[in-house]
């Protein structure tokens, strides 16, 4: 069994996995990586990731099908690893065992001399004082050039090798056919005003400024409701306000007719919300905190569809589709259940 | 939609469009310090005024100059204004609610800067972040609208702010009337007034709550150190004075030395208004009721005024009797 790849958008690598859960599970084979993420409660998420747009110089093989290898990967560990990585010149990852445990080890090149004074050759930052004696002092060309230091640093994490059987139970969620599908607007914004909605509903719920209240239990439910002309709602109510955004002229996409199983378009949930009017809203009821933290991925600035079943549950699907023309393979799905009222 | 449920309460006894939410903020956050306010609406605009264990009052008042239109269709209004002020609409909203909305606008725009209100008290914040900036969306035109709307008893106070494709609607539950006695301040048995910076009294606040003190002794004299503010907590006290007070005050008139003693914490909560205002008139009356008004330079000119009073503590030497000449006496003695 051997993996080794270096990683080529270290961004993306460790956003895409953001703060979502404990534990993921890897798969990865020839064709695609998929990271999924079942945290006890809150949202799951299935992502999907061509190999082009986050390893290069990818090797894998295994002794299953299509060289397929799973892996339990804990996140916490991960993340801290990645973050080393970011102004690193290179970073790889190998699949080893170091002392019988099995590891993914990250190893992460960084050059010294961007972190470093370039342009101060000349200068000698120690002396500050501009009208002395030493502003110019004389360096050698030889310790200009020992400036350009590498520095490499290998993180091990330890994780373990999934059997086929051990995964095989592990499915997407199925969901109905959504009742509407929109193009959300921009996440950034959409996190703004969620969190501050969120914010909003705990300040005001336990009747003080001071709010900020740290149980976990009663954190307020957003009610997020699309149409199928184009508009998107997001709201809240407490004791002492209720409270919505509306968005409009955003996009419905036609849906793709091949999946639809060869059934009629004019039969999908879809089309009879569409039919209904503007007034005719699909809603479901989600976890604020837990919304805020599905947004985070609105720093990739992909494209995401919403698809909304109607009080059951909320799909997102981000698409990842800027780093590469051509390649659109890369898409994370989100899957968020509603609560009840 | 909420937003079009007018009809059920008829057409809106107020009705009041801004075009910068950011500044009604600023005023507001002003009296962050309770969590409900009262409401006034009349003809020359909105009063705010939110109050702590009836010691100490705080009120905003925004002219309606502030907004672009202001409808006010009071239901009867009484010939002779002073009869019909009590017919005023008059309500209490969740002040923390209200301000939460007010900043939804521009959310979307140096999110992290707001979420930093709770080191306020460090050094940078000395830099007057809630001024003006010359980047931000407001100054350069680009902000949306916010409008004001209130239908009258027993309805909710609607918010409704526009931006750039979202348009959102708040309905701000209204809660009856509280009506507090205003804490009473007599103008003609004034002892005190100054008019300052509002930053040196800011500065000078800050300096002494590093201290974290529970009582601040105000002294005027006509002497120097003319104006002095004193700090006293568990780790010990501290004390400022405006020793240079002739050039530092703008206005100065005490006829003899006054003292009073007041809750720091309380103080501090205008630190806010002391923040943004430009100046302050510092008055003291023969009870020892301490009035800060802030005048606020609003963007486009014009001014708000935004005042805040306080009951002192009550002196040791005059529990006894607490009778004013005892209080008068002991100035003299004092002094003597």
């Known amino acids: 069994m051997r993996f080794k790849t270096s990683i080529r958008n270290i961004q993306t690598f460790s956003t895409s996995l953001s703060t979502l859960g404990k534990v993921a599970w890897v798969r990865l084979d020839d064709d695609s990586v998929r990271f999924t993420i079942i945290p006890e409660t809150g949202t799951q998420v299935w992502a999907s990731l061509s190999i082009e747009s986050i390893f290069e110089d990818y090797t894998i093989q295994s002794a299953a099908p299509n060289n397929t290898i799973n892996l ?4 916490p560990p991960l993340h801290r690893a990645l973050k080393s990585a970011i102004n690193a010149t290179s970073a790889s990852i190998r699949l080893t065992k170091k002392d019988g445990v099995p590891v993914l080890s990250l190893t992460i090149i960084t050059n010294t001399v961007s972190s470093g004074n370039s342009a101060g050759g000349f200068l000698n930052p120690a002396n500050a004082d501009p009208f002395g004696d030493n502003v110019f002092r004389e360096e050698s060309l030889d310790a200009n050039m020992g400036r350009e230091r590498e520095a490499i640093v290998t993180q091990d994490i330890p994780i373990r090798v999934l059997t086929a059987d051990s995964v095989e139970g592990i499915h997407e969620p199925r969901v109905r056919e959504p009742d509407a599908h929109i193009v959300l607007p921009s996440l950034i914004q959409l996190k703004a005003i969620s969190d501050r909605f969120t914010k909003l509903a705990m300040a005001t719920s336990y009747g003080g400024a001071r709010g900020g209240a740290s149980s976990t239990a009663s954190v307020p439910k957003l009610e997020l409701a699309a149409n199928m002309h184009g508009s998107l709602k997001l709201s809240i109510s407490t004791d002492s306000l209720n409270i919505s955004s509306v968005w409009s002229g955003l996009n419905n996409p036609e849906l793709d007719p091949r999946q639809l199983d060869g059934e009629n378009p004019e039969n999908h949930p879809s089309a009879k919300l569409k039919a209904a009017g503007q007034d005719a809203w699909s809603t479901v009821r989600i976890d604020g905190r837990d919304w805020g933290k599905v947004l985070s991925v609105g720093r990739l600035g992909g494209r995401v569809i919403a698809c909304f079943a109607d009080e059951h549950a909320l799909i997102l699907y981000v698409y990842l589709s800027n780093f590469n023309d051509g390649v659109d393979d890369s898409v994370l799905t989100y899957y968020i259940s509603s609560f009840s009222v | 939609m909420s937003t079009h449920d007018d009809s059920d309460h008829g057409p809106p006894i107020f009705k009041a469009v801004s075009s910068s939410a950011r500044q009604l903020f600023q005023l507001l956050n002003c009296i962050r310090f309770a969590p409900k306010c009262q409401v006034q609406i009349s003809n020359e605009g909105l009063r ?14 925004l002219d309606k100059a502030l907004f672009t239109t202001f409808n006010c269709a009071l239901p009867e209004v009484a010939d002779d204004e002073a009869d019909s002020v009590a017919d005023l609409p008059n309500f209490q909203v969740s002040l923390s609610a209200l301000l939460e909305t007010l900043q939804i606008f521009g959310a979307t725009e140096a999110p992290s800067a707001r979420f930093s209100r709770s080191d306020a008290d460090g050094y940078i914040s000395n830099v007057r972040r809630d001024r003006p900036n010359a980047f931000s969306n407001q100054a ?4 949306g609208i916010c409008r004001l709307s209130y239908t009258g008893l027993g309805s909710p106070f609607g918010i409704i702010l526009e931006e750039a494709g979202v348009i959102t609607t708040c309905n701000l539950n209204t809660y009856e009337p509280d009506n507090p006695e205003e804490i009473p301040f007599q103008r003609d048995e004034m002892q005190v007034k100054i008019i300052m910076q509002a930053r040196w009294l800011f500065d000078a606040i800050s300096e002494l709550s590093s201290t974290s003190p529970n009582r601040l002794d105000i002294t005027a004299s006509p002497t120097v150190p003319y104006l002095s503010l004193a700090a006293t907590g568990h780790l010990g006290s501290a004390s400022m004075e405006f020793g240079k007070g002739r050039e530092l005050l703008e206005t100065f008139s005490v006829a003899e030395k006054w003292t009073q003693s007041y809750k720091f914490e309380m103080i501090k909560a205008a630190s806010e208004a002391m923040r943004l205002a430009s100046k302050v008139s510092v008055r003291g009356d023969e009870q020892g009721v301490l009035s800060l008004q802030f005048m606020v330079e609003v963007e486009g000119g014009g001014v708000s005024f935004v005042d805040f009073r306080f009951v002192p503590y009550l002196r040791e030497d005059d529990e ?11 100035y003299g003695n004092i002094e003597d």
């Open chain 1, 72 to 75: 339990e990967l804990p996140l």
């Open chain 2, 48 to 61: 705010f005024a939110a109050e702590e264990s009836r010691v100490m009052q705080g009120i905003v008042f």
């Open chain 2, 140 to 143: 350069l035109g680009m902000a």
């Open chain 2, 320 to 330: 006894d009797d607490g009778s004013e000449e005892n209080i008068g006496s002991d």
